[in-house]
């Protein structure tokens, strides 16, 4: 067929987004169902602000890469485009006389902006959007407290949500997939250059992760054939492979979260396939929050938050961007992020807590450097992970509990595996120091070849004067005002 030549045989449109599989695929599944031969396209849209960062980039090369081949493979094409979503899909759907667009629901504020611009541009054509369910396990507008209002507490949301019904189980890739290609042509995936060249700073992520939907399945089998059976003891351990590390393929979607959750609850559930499964219920969460309050991936969720006196310090924020507090074990889950993409979910929170509290750097300034250096950067997963640390969200962490770096450290990494893998440097200090080498004598100092404020730095503030000054802040915040939204 010509690029300019009208299709013959009626047709539908997929669109994929963050999902970027073929099973468990609800829009796909019901292109198949219908009759039509199905066109796909995938809309690359760096227009919007919460378009991909850096780590993100390269990982939707490759998953993107994956996903062509795996369409290619049943007979179709994956047609590329760049720019406006719902301008780019329109153009596409028009130029192949389809019938239909199938695309899943978004739950972002731009997701939803780009399904309703979309809508009104098919319906000018008469050609139908089909949302579907997929993206989350259960509807954002359907959970609601008792009166009808959205839930701001976890627990409650989660219970509301496992009272709402059964999860249902994964759907197959459909057996017949009728692909064509499509009428119009598309971009080269190469010519967007999204994988980083000179200098390519992705070489240990590209070791360290197998973008796609066959690399994503994988995980998923190894983690429940294995770190699942621990899962509650062993996820809060950096230095162990505790978690499923599926989250690049969640956010990408390159598996269901109802894959996620059928691997967990189709056996026998005890407390570690129930913990497992609540933390898919954060993700849920997460969604349900930004949902219902479009602003929270931007600002504090708490009233008092907005006017806190957080402090400009570009110096402090470049210190803990580059893994160089002085405190061991955030510095090792900064580098962790450098190197992988990816960092634990206690080092996390311990990191995040650091920035916010003891440098009083504002979250958002953490969340858009976690944003450019996350493989699995998502914008409701970060935004309530942030504000929970601050204490800004919803059902967030009370301001007054500060983290102690030194103690979690000693609690977490007991034997410092994780930060002598990602702190070489530090490596030949006994275990007894290692998480605070300002307190190491000069002589365990020396015998590891350590010298404070050359070969590493010496701590950038002192834990409890920097806990001091928080609470002195965070005094000062809920001094101006009310305390709540
Ligand atoms: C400051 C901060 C920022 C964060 N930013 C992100 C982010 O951008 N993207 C992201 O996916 N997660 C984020 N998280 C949540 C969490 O750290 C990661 O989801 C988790 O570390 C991923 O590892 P895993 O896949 O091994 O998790 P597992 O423990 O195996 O959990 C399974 C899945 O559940 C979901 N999940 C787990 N914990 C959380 C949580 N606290 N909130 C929401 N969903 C969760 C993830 O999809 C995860 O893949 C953030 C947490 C904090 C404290």
Redesign the pocket.
Known sequence: MTSSAVPAEPRCLVWFRNDLRLSDHVALTAAARNGLSIVTCYVYDDTVDDAPGGARRWWLHASLRALSTDIAERGGDLLLRRGKAAAQVASVAVANAVAEVHCLKSHTPNGRIAEAELAKLLAARGIKLVLHAGDTLFDPEQIRSGSGQPLKVFTAFWNACVRSGSVGTPLPVPSKLPFVRSVVPGDSLDAWALEPKSPDWAGDIRAAWTPGEAGARARLAA?AAGPLHA?RAE?DRPDREG?????????FGEVS?RA?WAAAAGRNRGENEAA?LR??G??E??RHLVWHWPRFPHESFRAEFRRFPWRDDAAALARWQRGQTGYPLIDAGMRELWHTG????RV??V??SFLVKHLLVPWQQ??SW??DT?V???????A???Q??AGSGADAAPYFRVFNPLLQAQKFDPDGHYVRRWIPELSALPTEFLHDPSAAPESALRTASVVLGQTYPVPIVAHSAARARALAAYARARGNGSSAR
Not at 376 to 382: G, I, K, R, S, T
């Open positions: 983690f899962y996820r978690s499923s590390r599926l989250s690049p393929h969640l956010s979260p996620a497992f933390e898919l954060w993700r969460f997460a990816w960092m634990h979910n996390r929170m990191a995040a953490g969340a976690f944003w996350l699995d950067a998502d914008l409701a997963n970060n309530v992970g942030w929970w640390v």
